[in-house]
Structures are given as C-alpha cells and as structure tokens.
C-alpha cells in the first residue's frame, strides 16, 4: 500500500469514527442537523487530521491555519473532529446544545476555543474569511484559512459580494493564494432540493466567471480532496475554491439524499441503526459484533438508556 | 478650534493614528471621500480596503481582520453600516471581533439628500446588542479624543459622526473617558442633555432660558452605551428635569436609554426630544427648527416643559 493509501485508510477510520459521535451527538440533544454534517465530516477529517496546521493546547497560536465553518448549522461534525484532535474531552459531545455547554447549537468563538468565528446565520463566512486571510498576509503570517460554505447558503447576497472581492483583495502585493473555499454540495437545502428552491448551477462556471480558480471534486473521496487541497495550496496569485460534489446524510441509507433529515435528529432506534450501518455491519450480524467490541455496545447502552429519561 | 464635521476630524485623527499603529486599517464601501477615510487611504495605501459598494462584506472583512490581530475602521453612513445589523449582530458583536464600525451622516442634518441617506435608527438598532460601546462625539477634540480610544478599546465599537460642522463645546482640557459624560454647563432646574449634532443648540438654548430665569444644566452624553448612571442620576435628582436632544429618531436612541434608566431607579418627568417620523429633503437649519431641535425649539420645550 502506497503512503497515500495509507493515509487515506487512517483517515477514513477518523471519519467512520467521527460520523458515529455526530449521530451520537444528536440523538442526546434531540434536535440538530444530522444531514449536512455527514456531508461535510470526510472534508472537515481530511482538514483537521492531514492538513491545517494547529495545536490544540494553543488554540490561539498566531499562526494557526484557520478553518470557518460557514454553513453554522453542521458544527456538530466540527465538534466531532475537534474531540478526536484534543480541543476537548469526548465525553463533552453529549453536552451539545444543553444550557451551560459551550457546545452551542451553532458555533460561538467566545465560548470554545479553537471556533474561529461565530457563524450560523448564513452567508457570513466567506467575508470573514477574506478578512483573515488578508490579516495574516499584511502580518506575514504563512498560515492559511479554509472556509467551508454550504450550498444552499451560497444563495445569500452577501456571498456574492465577498466572491466578487476576493480575487482583487490584497492585490498586488498580498493576493489571498492563503486561502481556499470549499463548497459542501450536497444538493438538499431545509426545505427541498436546492434545484427546487434556487438552482446553483452553472456553479463552477460562476465562480471562474468571477475570478477564482476553481476545482471539482468527488468530497467523499479522500484522495480528491487531499489532492484538491494540494492544488490549492500549490497556487499562487489568488484564492480556490473547490466544488466538493457530496451525499446528504452520507453514510447512513435512509438519512441520504432526503431533505427531511436536514434538521431533525434521529431517535434512539435510528440512532442505533445509522451507527450500524457507519460501522458497516449487517443487521444479522449486529449482536455478535456488538459482543466484540465493548465500546460500541455501551455506546448502544448509553443511547437506549435515553429513550428511558 | 473652529467649527469641524466630526467625519472630517475623525479622518485626520485616524491617518496620525495611523502612522503611529501598523494594525490600523480601513476598509470602506465606496463612500471613503465621504466618510473621510480617503486621507488615511492616501497616506497609508497598503492598508486601505475600498471593497465596492457592497457593506455586509465590508463588515465581515473587518471582522477577519480583526480575527487576525489587525484594528479595523469599517465605515459607511451609518444607515448603511448599521443597515446591515445581521452582519454585525454575528460576525462582530457575537463573534467579539475588535472592529470598529463608524457610521457617517448622522441623523436630518445631512439635508438635502433625504430620509434614505439619514442614520436616524443606527443608535436603537447597535444599543440591542450586549456588546457594543456606543459613541458619539460632540466637536472636533471630543473626536480626536474619541478615535484615539477606539484604537486602545478592546472589543468592537459603534462611532456615530456627523457629516455637518460641529462648533467646539468641550473645554480644551477635557479627556474623554467610556461612560463618562461631561457637565458643560452646571444648572439647577433643568438637565439638557445632548449628543452630537444639536448639543450647541443645547448650549445656545441653556443661555436663552437664562435670560428668562431658568437655570439648564447641560451634559455631553458622547457615551450613548453604557450611559453616565451616576451623573444621570446625580444631575436628574438635583434638577427634577430631565430632556434628552438627540439627531436620531425618537425610538431607542439616547432618549429611550435614558427613559430606561430613570424609569427604573429615579423615576423623573422626561421629554425626550429627537426625530419624528421618517426624514425629508431640505436645508438642516430647517430641518432641526422643524423638529424642535434648533436652539428655539430646545427652549420652547424647556419652558413647556417646567409649566406643567
């Protein structure tokens, strides 16, 4: 197996774990957005575990690589990745949305250190990224900032503006090739397919058209994104964006591809069939897996407990 | 001094402060001649941002400038800036990001250009969220003071500046402080206090109603968020009197933050003066005689007031 092979099997297994903290996560908060994080968490491991450079005992190193999670709403997966790199213990995931938590419902930067920004109204995040990017440019810094929009959100106004500034801002002498976008495209919005509510497309087409260079990508593909990432770090002049093509509910049959679970957390039942499913077992061998592997079966346990309470 | 658009001082302050702090930048929409930040643009090129005409971006640019250790002016008209409340309300105040938001143009004294380019609601709209000093300066030096704090304040901040000159009313030795207002002219029977544009008129006013025996003290509320409470309340209890005079519409603005307070620890009779109804087109004098907030006006209602 190839360095890269291996890299992308380490990767995969952060993000089958991370995609079993998110349902995990959700079915203890009873709400959330389970759709648009399993879509997003193969791009957010592939960032946090081979790309940006961090520390999470220094949440405010001066010149960490930044992400922004524009699309707010699917910070669970955030906080599924940020567990697993040390930001925090992973016994706090549960506490999502509960008073007191600084895992709010969507991200707040005063709250917990290592969210950049505080995002969840959507369409903020692209400006604030070209903000950051051009900070660290006009201080020296060779840190990058990634910014991860979703694709119903890119129908904000305020999106457009910051798309059509970011290729001129900084130029000549401090063009933002520090930073590249990623496009979560997952096809479903909150109330239906994103065709059905305000088609994107030709969306490759409009971002080139305004400047940008512009990549398309399979984002359940390790490889590609690592390789897309590459591509954009590689270039000079002016920021990437990448087009990542990906799956709502990814990982989980009857949550993908159904916009009915954009924003509704599954029960425990669900919850403990979707974790099956992630983990790649059949439903005939589920007991005698469970009898294997100790940690899933209390995580089964935790999650009846709650249907209990 | 003479008299000085607080815009204008604003501009020149910040190119000096400029020059002093490389985290100084600017970013504008388009309106930097207006807004007055073309000079700092001029002598500070590399860090001057004109992003278009397009606010919302402009403000979440400065939020990641800040993010990333810089000090940002955004500056606008303050209806524009402020017009754009959901970009300021999460990606400056809930994020904390240390940008200072200056909107221009404050209240009908712009005249001529009518209702739509007026910052009459930016005060009630920055005063809702937890955040966010609130400042506004009444001539040139209570400017210059005021921008030099805004570089030294950590945390985001709103700077209300007039487009129209400001005639001196601070004493030269004045030192603007957060939260502090400042007793221009002491009195027993009634408190005037003003913000900006019509606080002179306030003066003006004080020293007619002298002539008819009254005697106004007059206050500079330059701090709008967080209100003076002990002078407020200090200056209410002696006179029994109290009359806000703002360039900003009625609702919310410091009238209301002031109603808010007294109501609630020293109950006071209160006239709140300020904007009625949307603005229009005409010449400023006109405009404040219109609305009561000229010297006379300021007067009439004084002596209204204390007949009751």
Request: glycine share 10%.
């Amino acid at each position: 197996m190839t360095a890269s092979g291996r890299d992308e099997v380490r990767l995969e297994a952060i993000a089958r774990a991370c995609r079993v903290q998110i349902i995990r996560m959700l079915a203890h908060a009873g709400s959330g957005h389970p759709g648009g994080s399993l879509s997003v968490i193969d791009i957010l491991t592939s960032l946090f575990f081979a790309r940006i450079r961090h520390d999470p005992r220094r949440p405010d190193w001066p010149d960490r690589d930044r992400l922004i999670l524009s699309k707010g709403h699917c910070v669970p997966a955030l906080y599924a990745v940020m567990a697993k790199a040390g930001y925090f213990p992973e016994e706090r995931l549960i506490t999502l949305r509960k008073l007191g938590s600084p895992l709010q419902g969507h991200p707040d930067r005063t709250a917990l250190p290592g969210i950049e920004a505080a995002t969840g109204s959507l369409g903020q995040g692209l400006s604030i990224a070209l903000g950051m990017a051009l900070g660290l440019k006009l201080g020296g810094s060779t840190a990058r900032v990634y910014c991860v929009l979703g694709d119903g959100e890119i129908q904000e106004g305020q999106v457009w503006e910051a798309a059509m500034e970011a290729p001129k801002l900084g130029q000549p002498r401090h063009p933002l090739d520090n930073l590249t976008v990623i496009l979560d495209y997952n096809k479903i919005q909150l109330d239906d397919f994103v065709t059905k509510v305000l088609d994107l497309e030709p969306v490759v087409a409009k971002w080139q058209s305004f400047g940008w260079a512009v990549l398309e990508i399979d984002g359940h593909d390790l490889g590609q994104i690592a390789k897309a990432l590459d591509q954009a770090g590689a270039t000079r002049g002016g920021p990437t964006f990448v087009v990542a093509h990906t799956v709502k509910g990814k990982g989980v049959s009857f949550m993908e591809n159904d916009p009915e679970w954009h924003g509704k957390a599954p029960k425990t039942a669900e919850a403990i069939r979707a974790i099956r499913e992630i983990l790649g077992v059949s439903e005939a061998a589920w007991e005698d897996y469970l009898a294997t592997d100790p940690a899933t079966r209390a995580l089964v346990d935790e999650l009846r407990s709650l249907e209990k309470k | 001094m003479t008299a000085k658009a607080s815009r204008a001082a604003f501009g020149e302050a910040l190119v000096e402060l400029g020059a002093r702090d490389e985290r100084i930048v600017t970013v504008d929409a388009d309106l930097s001649k207006s807004t007055m930040t073309a000079k700092f643009a001029k002598t500070h090129p590399d860090r001057a941002f004109n992003v278009g005409i397009a606010e919302s971006n402009m403000i979440g640019i400065g939020a990641g400038l800040a993010l990333a250790g810089k000090i940002p002016f955004v500056c606008s008209f303050a209806c524009f800036v402020v017009g754009r409340f959901e970009t300021i309300r999460i990606s400056v105040a809930y994020t904390n990001a240390n940008v200072k938001i200056v909107g221009t143009h404050a209240g009908i004294a712009i005249g001529e250009d009518g209702y739509s380019q007026m910052g009459l609601e930016d005060i009630a709209c920055i005063r809702a969220l937890p955040n966010i000093p609130i400042i506004q300066p009444a001539d040139e030096l209570e400017t210059r003071q005021v921008v030099a704090y805004a570089v030294e304040h950590q945390g985001p901040l709103y700077l209300r500046l007039t487009r129209q000159n400001l005639e001196p009313v601070c004493p030269p030795d004045y030192r603007f402080r957060l939260g502090h207002w400042l007793v221009l002219r002491p009195g027993q029977d009634v408190t005037l206090i003003g913000s900006g544009g019509p606080l002179a008129n306030c003066l003006t006013a004080a020293r007619m109603l002298e002539a008819d025996g009254i005697s106004a003290e007059v206050i500079d509320a330059a701090t709008i968020k967080p209100l003076d409470e002990d002078l407020l309340l200090r200056s209410a209890g002696k006179t029994g009197h109290v009359i806000t005079v703002e360039d900003h519409g009625i609702s919310g603005g410091l009238g209301g933050a002031v109603a808010e307070l007294l109501s609630e620890v020293l109950p006071t009779p209160l006239r709140r003066l300020g904007v009625q109804g949307f603005g229009e087109s005409g010449e400023a004098k006109g405009l404040y005689a219109k609305h009561g907030l000229d010297p006379a006006g300021i007067a009439k209602s004084v002596t209204k007031f204390l007949s009751r």
